[in-house]
């Protein structure tokens, strides 16, 4: 029996699944509707088509992601941090008008501040909270590396705050939008060349300096065309170890994301010393499940 | 009369002056024919339409700058440092294949190495000389602010070590190619949020994590569109004064560039506490004319 839809709608995909009375996964489906694929007006058209023969009416559905910013279906306000599954569940914004009976709520972002300074995520919160639930702990620091990287401090089951990395923006930008882009080709990983640019930027202090390495190294014959991507993703990732702090830390961060990118972030972080421990992406049905279960408890 | 002619040929612009024999400059020409304009082989026919008139037979040129590199007239490779004007003069590379029957030297760049990863510049080295003669010192931490950054240090009159940041070259990747070019539009330059973005970066301790504050900001409606360039400046030149290590030193820096360039860092440097001197860029026939110097002694 369905007990939850589930939808992790980002910018560039989406994916649904249907979720049974124990939280159990009993059909996934997704698509490349990405919020910004989809036309104004066009969620709902998306939802029945990505539901088709699901049972929705009366059934609870939860979607995190960028569905719930501006630019999504609807936009669901950042619940501002500290916050845990009962303040994200007083935050989710729900629907009324949605085809089917359905009863849709959007799982809002999170929002932090320090010194004045705002920061923000949409979606990795949950994913966070179904790493909890798979640990079964509450509290612990989470990296969810990417496009924009998330560092998560969890205490007492509530996500106390969290900062941004725009590392895999950064990578992209200057592999393709700078001299860097000269010197470099296409070439499988290399962890030679990874590692090599992980101790670099340690020592540089700044991406902006150790980047140039790139091109100087280069200039020298020390680093082929085929090794620069992997050096430069050293240097990136390299750059958002150091500026972390964590040498020889006991901590063990938790790595959620797809296998390629979290082995490549604990190859780095063993650099400093640091063990760190590895999740898949579907923490996000977890997460969901979990504040189903807080909805539940709560309403 | 003519004592050198010199020239700053760079990657998208040349010019040239005539310098007489106290190191006056008598004329000054300039063109867009930096080095990517100039198609293979074309060096001396620029050369010969940018001196046209001038008194070419047996008179000295020396010309920095990327004419000297690999996409330029000729290479003339790194000199190693720690280097001086004599250091330089000796891996000055002579042309005897020029029109008019001129000699003309090409002045090569540095090279420095810090834990075995090579720095490399080409044209900054003689403006620091030349900052050096009309400052009349033989020390200093001098800046080159620009697409490349140069932070250069010297003792003895001789360049010791320097380090590049890609800072000019980060700003336009980030304020084009990222997400942040959604949240900025044209705008005058606005000193208040570019020493917002000074101070931000200070305390963000890595550009990866304080450029999304530009998106953050943005988002609740707390950084303007116009003033979003200005800002996101201030986040660049801040990482690069942060990673200086500088509060609070007695060490003047002195900046080298356009007005424009050096007034802002003169106003990122003070919020460290450091004072700045500023001089033009006028500093490249100062250098070359103290090297034409050096190597009539040394010949």
Chains 1, 2 share one sequence.
């Not at 932090?112 to 790493?131: S, Y």
């Not at 014959?221 to 750059?239: D, M, N, R």
């Not at 959620?256 to 010393?273: D, F, K, N, W």
Request: charged share 15%; glycine share 12%.
């Amino acid at each position: 029996m369905t007990a939850l839809i589930a939808f992790d709608w980002g910018t560039s995909s989406l994916r649904a699944a249907r979720l049974d009375e124990r939280g159990q996964v009993l059909e996934e489906r997704s698509s490349t509707d990405g919020i910004l694929q989809v036309p104004a007006g066009g969620f709902p058209a998306v939802f029945e088509r990505i539901t088709q023969g699901w049972p929705l009416h009366g059934a609870t559905c939860l979607a995190s992601g960028m569905v719930g910013s501006r630019q999504g279906w609807r936009e669901a306000p950042y619940c501002p941090c500290p916050a845990g599954a009962a303040e994200l569940a007083d935050h989710v914004l729900w629907l009324d008008d949605v085809p089917g009976g359905a009863r849709v709520g959007l799982v809002p972002g999170l929002s932090a501040r320090e010194a004045g300074v705002p920061d923000v995520m949409r979606g990795e919160e949950v994913q966070v909270f179904g790493a909890l639930q798979r640990l079964d702990t509450d509290h612990g620091l989470f990296v969810l590396p990417g496009t924009h990287s998330k560092w998560v401090r969890v205490a007492g089951g509530r996500i106390t705050g969290f900062s941004t990395f725009m590392t895999g923006e950064v990578y992209a930008a200057l592999r393709q939008h700078t001299i860097l882009a000269r010197t470099m080709a296409e070439g499988a990983q290399d962890n030679t060349a990874f590692l090599r640019g992980v101790q670099h930027a340690l020592r540089a202090g700044s991406l902006l300096h150790g980047a140039f390495s790139a091109r100087a190294l280069s200039l020298f014959g020390e680093l082929t065309e085929a090794a620069g991507g992997s050096y430069l993703s050293g240097l990136v990732i390299g750059e958002e170890l150091r500026a972390q702090r964590l040498q020889n830390s006991a901590l063990q961060p938790v790595l959620i994301g797809s296998p390629a990118l979290t082995r490549r972030y604990a190859l780095a972080l063993s650099v400093l010393g640091v063990q760190a421990r590895e999740l898949g992406a579907e923490a996000t049905w977890q997460g969901l499940w979990s504040l189903a279960q807080t909805l539940d408890t709560t309403a």
